[in-house]
């Protein structure tokens, strides 16, 4: 077997853990007629294939999905059951696969592709009324290049638990964890964490940090290191099917980080680090020069850290200069050019932006919106971006009343020219309760800061 198609079963197998929270609420029972719908293909000139499909009673407004990491596969909707609402309200709908020939990190082609996409659709169709791009998780970073780029292509965007820091942001604060983990579980070990030859190497890293991170769970010392390590990865203190733990409850909040970890949270991590490392060209995170007490002092985990390691007896002090003194890691020069190029968004506005977020969300943590919305007010165009935040565990696990409350809201700034109370919690809570579909979860939130430490390389040299 492959090792590319040992990574794509992998994947396949952890789309379990990218929506593994148990949602309160039933599926919507469908009520599109297909008959009435006119599915479209076609390819595009760099291989890539697109779909789309077309109610007969279009409402003229079309919605260009960008779909989230994994296999390269044209998808148009987030899930089957927002697409048959949207069908039924009287929504197109068109999106691309991205270019099949690269990784599956496809930010090489992706908004190309998705521009392409738009051109032959159109061509197809005429041209829409109004056009609304809409983008999950990894596609939540292209919509998110679509709504700086798009002006006049596009009207506005919305952003599923999109990956908006960037991909360097990604690759970073999750190479501190996998360096925690390897250099206080794993002292004296050789444990590659970065530049993976092959699938089958990120497979075996992965395989490597999760046994240790199950072994150090027996014991406090090791119960106060894996939460150093979830500190460092964003990981939220709150798991799937599990009760939220109280805000001074120190040891269930890293039990449910844990749970996280025992769900195979790094296989997707590992999984993902090579899949960006093919697309960018090598390895776009670096530690040298971290210093990771300052690190975790900017972290909101930090006062469950700081208990958690008083009451194993360990000097928290020791283990922070012990990961400073060892980071060594440097990033590929060209590699950081690249990933800075086509893996990032953090930028100003071309058309109004709406992202929503789960507060608890394992692989895109909340507080890349923090992140991203930052960059955006910095580039004076915080006007343009509203965030929203829908109280739930997991990655994307949107109900489709939450979805399609969403839109609607991002419609009222495109066709009003203001946002107006539109996408505030509130508001968004009524729209999406008033659907009468499978309810809502809108909370009024704001995220803390990611805990990233640097914003770009002192020192790229290979090391």
Same mark, same amino acid.
């Given at each position: 077997?492959?090792s590319r198609t040992?990574?794509?079963?992998?994947l396949?197998?952890?789309?379990?853990l990218?929506s593994?929270?148990?949602?309160?609420?039933p599926?919507?029972?469908?009520?599109?007629d297909?008959a009435?719908?006119?599915?479209l293909?076609?390819?595009?000139s760099d291989?890539?294939?697109?779909?789309?499909d077309?109610?007969?009673?279009?409402?003229?407004?079309l919605?260009?999905f960008?779909?989230?990491?994994?296999?390269t596969v044209?998808?148009?909707?987030?899930s089957d059951?927002?697409?048959?609402?949207l069908?039924?309200?009287?929504y197109?709908m068109?999106?691309?696969?991205y270019d099949?020939?690269?990784?599956?990190?496809?930010?090489?082609?992706?908004?190309?592709?998705q521009?392409?996409t738009?051109d032959?659709?159109?061509?197809?169709?005429?041209?829409?009324?109004?056009?609304?791009?809409?983008?999950?998780?990894?596609g939540g970073?292209?919509n998110?290049?679509?709504?700086r780029?798009g002006?006049?292509?596009?009207?506005g965007?919305?952003?599923l638990?999109?990956?908006?820091?960037g991909?360097?942001?990604?690759?970073?604060?999750?190479?501190d964890a996998?360096?925690?983990?390897?250099?206080?579980?794993?002292p004296?070990q050789?444990?590659r964490?970065?530049r993976?030859?092959?699938?089958d190497?990120?497979a075996?890293?992965a395989?490597?940090l999760?046994?240790a991170?199950?072994a150090a769970?027996?014991? /406090?010392q090791g119960?106060?290191?894996?939460?150093?390590?979830a500190?460092?990865l964003?990981? /939220?203190?709150w798991?799937?099917?599990?009760d939220?733990p109280? /805000?001074?409850?120190?040891?269930?909040q890293?039990?449910?980080?844990?749970?996280?970890?025992?769900?195979?949270?790094l296989?997707?991590?590992?999984?993902g680090?090579?899949?960006?490392e093919?697309?960018?060209g090598?390895?776009n995170?670096w530690?040298?020069g971290?210093?990771?007490?300052?690190?975790?002092?900017?972290?909101?985990?930090?006062?469950?850290?700081?208990a958690?390691?008083?009451?194993?007896?360990?000097?928290?002090?020791?283990?922070?200069?012990?990961?400073?003194?060892?980071?060594?890691?440097?990033?590929? /020069?060209?590699?950081?050019?690249?990933?800075?190029?086509?893996?990032?968004?953090?930028?100003?506005?071309?058309?109004p932006?709406?992202?929503v977020?789960?507060?608890a969300?394992?692989?895109?943590p909340?507080?890349?919106?923090?992140q991203f919305?930052?960059r955006?007010r910095?580039a004076?165009?915080?006007?343009?971006?509203?965030?929203?935040?829908?109280?739930r565990?997991?990655?994307?696990t949107?109900?489709?009343?939450?979805?399609v409350?969403a839109l609607?809201?991002?419609e009222?700034r495109?066709?009003t020219?203001?946002?107006?109370?539109?996408?505030?919690?509130?508001?968004l809570?009524r729209?999406a309760t008033?659907?009468?579909?499978?309810?809502?979860?809108?909370?009024?939130?704001?995220?803390?800061?990611?805990t990233?430490?640097?914003d770009?390389?002192?020192?790229?040299a290979?090391?």
């Open positions: 077997m492959s040992r990574l794509r079963i992998a396949a197998a952890l789309a379990t990218a593994a929270a148990i949602a309160p609420f599926s919507p029972t469908a009520q599109a297909p009435a719908t006119t599915h293909t076609g390819t595009l291989g890539a294939t697109w779909i789309a077309v109610p007969d009673d279009w409402n003229g407004t919605l260009l960008s779909h989230g990491f994994g296999p044209a998808t148009d909707a987030p059951a927002v697409r048959t609402e069908l039924t309200e009287g197109a068109a999106g691309s696969s099949p020939r690269g990784s599956m990190w496809a930010m090489n082609s992706a908004e190309r592709d521009f392409a738009l032959a659709v159109t061509a197809k169709i005429g041209t829409p009324r109004r056009t609304l791009a809409v983008g999950q998780s990894m970073l292209v998110a290049q679509i709504a780029d002006a006049g292509r596009v009207d965007a919305l952003g638990c999109g990956l908006v820091a991909g360097t942001d990604l690759d970073n604060y999750q190479l996998e360096y925690t983990i390897a250099r206080l579980l794993l004296g050789d444990v964490l970065v993976f030859g092959s699938a190497d990120a075996a890293t395989k490597k999760t046994d991170v199950t769970q027996t014991t /406090p119960r106060a290191r894996v939460a150093l390590a500190a460092f964003n990981l /939220p203190a798991a799937p099917g599990k939220r109280a /805000p001074t409850d120190w040891a269930g890293e039990e449910q980080q844990y749970t996280w970890f025992a769900q195979g949270i296989s997707f991590v590992e999984g680090r090579y899949a960006i093919q697309s960018v090598g390895n995170s530690n040298q971290v210093d990771y007490t300052r690190l975790l002092a900017g972290s909101v985990h930090a006062p469950r850290v700081r958690l390691y008083r009451t194993a007896g360990l000097d928290l002090r020791v283990d922070l200069m012990s990961l400073a003194q060892g980071a060594s890691i440097a990033a590929d /020069p060209a590699a950081v050019r690249t990933a800075q190029r086509t893996s990032s968004a953090g930028q100003g506005l071309g058309v932006l709406l992202d977020h789960t507060i969300d394992n692989l895109v909340v507080e890349q919106e923090r919305g930052d955006v910095r004076r165009n915080g006007a343009m971006l509203r965030q929203a935040y829908v109280e565990q997991g990655h994307c949107f109900t489709t009343a939450e979805t409350a609607h809201a991002l009222h495109v066709t020219g203001h946002w107006g109370d539109a996408a505030t919690a509130a508001a809570q729209s008033a659907l009468g579909l499978d309810g809502a979860a809108y909370v009024p939130y704001r995220p803390a800061h990611l990233v430490g640097r770009r390389p002192e020192n790229t290979r090391h």
